[in-house]
């Protein structure tokens, strides 16, 4: 792998490794990354491994290799301290909620340490604390060279650093916000390479989608409401029209967000526009958008801050008359709510072409690898998903013992996945494999629901401390459960992947069923529709692929380590009463398997932990 990473980075072109847990794939691209003399870019699907390369593995190789080169970690810049916001709120504080101006606060103190500007690094407040809209900048929002902080801007310096820099770290949602951004023509962020390097590349198809799109939320719309009351209040107070029509406006988004009912809900923008009502509330929206437009006219005389906001006030008003349109093929338009927003989608349904180009006209050479890039031990459907013909691909086993270490249940007897007595099923087992591994599981869902049952029926049936998803942050619940050491986790999507739990306090995963998005998903139907009209097979090449992808990143959060040891269970009949069962066990490592749960609960109740 290393080999053919380093060819790449001396001759381009494309290279695409599956590397199983444990096979070093991290030092397999750094070294070629830090010998050659190119510049390399890196993107990491996630912060932790952007962070985790930055901080951790890159200091220790270059150590190791005796080489002094130069580098950066770029993220994108909601994650910088943006002072230039950050005095304006201070100054005229946006909300009467207790949170944000205690978060607001700490910020400001923050404000007065810190080198990098990096929020990360501000103790206190988390990755979704409400403060950060309020002391971050958008692309939307910032105001670029006219910004009188500019001279000091944190994201300014980060960007100018990475330009310098031989090797930079960046997450693929920077990477492909900023191909957005250059296609629009604006100022970008991320400095251009000789290499670019995607490491969790299973997730490059999804983000691709989404950057390629369009989104159209009413949360941005709220933003920029917020914004311009700022201005209003400190700037230009007298202009007592200005401050009717932005209640106007707010009232009218809350409004628009109602006619969709509860949140979590996703739907078919298509279906949506033939309800009157909701027509009638989007059209509500842009009419006050409008009478914005034309108040904040009057007042571009006042204020030079007015604007940018006016400019984005216009555009705004573009995409939402946009979101009426929706005659173009080979697009998904669909929409998801939040308990305050609702958000419009766009949704190419084939990136392969778009990437590509994108491929081709950077001129780079391009490496792609994961854990989870194959299905069936081919990667086939991840080339194709993104229209690549590498010149070198391989799939690298896990160096582990599978074997010995893991052994895989699917138990008998279970109810149908969509049977009623499914989640009480699913206590009896958590409870069972809970008191055998003495604790030490993750409970891995596909729906809240089916978790919320589970958690009421085992949390104050075991002994043993048991935390779930939402109950704080997805970092902290981490912490406290490997503090513990004994300790239980409910989790759903998020929890599937970018989770790395060794030793001791992880011995068993159970998993409650097959990983397929739902048929109702209007993404997924869309695309399975388009695949049906390409001639293609819609279960097989999308649907299948999808979810063994996902069951192999859930899978992969057991063994961690040479000396790991563990069980999987997977509640769901059809791994062996359907025939695409085989594609899902032919994806997984080779455990021993059992359809025995005993055989399962003996093995948890003979591994010592103190040999792992
Ligand atoms: S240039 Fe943009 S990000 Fe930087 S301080 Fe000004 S508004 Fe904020």
């Known amino acids: 792998m290393?080999?053919?990473?380093d060819n790449i980075v001396k001759n381009g072109g494309q290279c695409v490794v599956e590397a199983g847990t444990g096979t070093g794939k991290t030092f397999a691209y750094l070294v070629p990354a830090l010998v050659n003399n190119n510049k390399v870019v890196i993107s990491t699907g996630s912060k932790a491994l952007q962070e985790q390369l930055f901080h951790r593995d890159l200091p220790s190789l270059l150590k190791a290799l005796k080489k002094g080169r130069k580098t950066a970690l770029l993220k994108g810049r909601a994650n910088y301290l943006c002072t230039y916001r950050l005095n304006q709120h201070v100054a005229h504080v946006p909300t009467d909620d207790s949170d944000v101006?205690?978060?607001?606060?700490?910020v400001a103190k923050f404000a007065t340490e810190t080198q990098s500007g990096d929020?990360?690094?501000?103790v206190g407040i988390e990755e979704d604390a409400k403060v950060l809209p309020y002391v971050s900048s958008t692309a939307d929002n910032c105001l670029g060279k006219e910004c009188p902080d500019f001279a000091e801007c944190y994201v300014r310096k980060a960007r100018l650093k990475a330009m310098e820099a031989d090797l930079v770290v960046i997450n693929h949602h920077l990477f492909f916000a900023d191909m957005a951004v250059k296609d629009s023509g604006f100022a970008e962020l991320m400095p251009t390479a000789d290499t670019y390097i995607f490491d969790e590349a299973h997730q490059v198809n999804e983000i691709a989608s989404d950057y390629f799109g369009e989104t159209i939320s009413t949360k941005q719309l709220q933003d920029l409401v917020n914004d311009i009351r700022v201005i209003y209040l400190s700037d230009i107070p007298d202009m007592l029209q200005l401050g009717k029509t932005l209640n106007k406006l707010t009232t009218s988004i809350a409004d628009l967000r109602l006619v969709f009912g509860g949140d979590g809900a996703r739907g078919d923008w298509r279906e949506a526009l033939q309800d009157k009502v909701i027509c009638e509330a989007l059209h509500r929206v842009i009419s006050n958008l409008d009478f914005l437009y034309k108040v904040l006219k009057l007042c571009l005389d006042r204020t030079e801050k007015i604007e940018h906001p006016f400019e984005r006030?216009?555009?705004?008003k573009g995409q939402l008359e946009r979101a009426f349109d929706v005659t173009q093929t080979g697009y998904s338009y669909w929409f998801e709510t939040t308990r305050r927003f609702v958000t419009i989608h766009i949704t190419p349904l084939d990136v392969s072409r778009r990437f590509q180009e994108l491929v081709t006209k950077t001129e780079a050479g391009f490496v792609f690898t994961s854990a989870t890039l194959s299905v069936d031990n081919s990667l086939t459907h991840f080339n194709s998903s993104l229209g690549l013909k590498p010149e070198f691909h391989k799939i690298v086993d896990s160096p582990?013992?599978?074997?010995?270490?893991?052994l895989l249940c699917l138990p008998r007897y279970l109810p149908e996945t969509k049977d009623e007595l499914m989640p009480h099923s699913l206590v009896k087992i958590a409870k069972s494999v809970i008191k055998a591994a003495q604790g030490r599981t993750f409970l891995l869902f596909t729906s809240y629901r089916v978790m919320h049952?589970?958690?009421?029926?085992?949390?104050?049936?075991?002994?043993?401390p048991v935390f779930m998803q939402g109950q704080s942050s997805k970092r902290i619940i981490l912490e406290q459960f490997v503090r513990h050491g004994n300790?239980?986790?409910l989790g759903t999507a998020s929890f599937w992947e970018g989770v790395d739990v060794r030793g001791d306090a992880l011995s068993c995963v159970v998993i409650d069923k097959l990983p397929f998005t739902s048929p109702d998903d209007p993404l997924l139907q869309a695309k399975m529709k388009d695949a049906e009209i390409s001639g293609k097979e819609p279960f097989e090449d999308i649907q299948l692929p999808q979810a063994v992808i996902a069951l192999k990143q859930g899978v992969g959060r057991l063994i961690r380590d040479r000396s790991d040891k563990g069980v999987l269970i997977i509640c769901d009949n059809r791994l062996v009463t359907r025939k695409y069962g085989e594609t899902f066990i032919k994806s997984l490592p080779d455990m021993t398997r059992t359809r025995d749960l005993d055989k399962a609960l003996n093995f948890l109740e003979n591994i010592d932990t103190h040999e792992t």
């Not at 101006?101 to 700490?106: G, I, Y």
């Open 2 to 5: 290393a080999v053919a990473i």
């Open 101 to 106: 101006m205690h978060q607001l606060a700490m």
């Open 119 to 122: 929020l990360a690094d501000c």
């Open 313 to 316: 006030v216009l555009a705004f």
């Open 400 to 406: 582990f013992d599978y074997k010995k270490q893991a």
């Open 453 to 464: 049952l589970v958690y009421e029926g085992i949390s104050t049936a075991t002994e043993y």
């Open 487 to 489: 300790a239980v986790l």
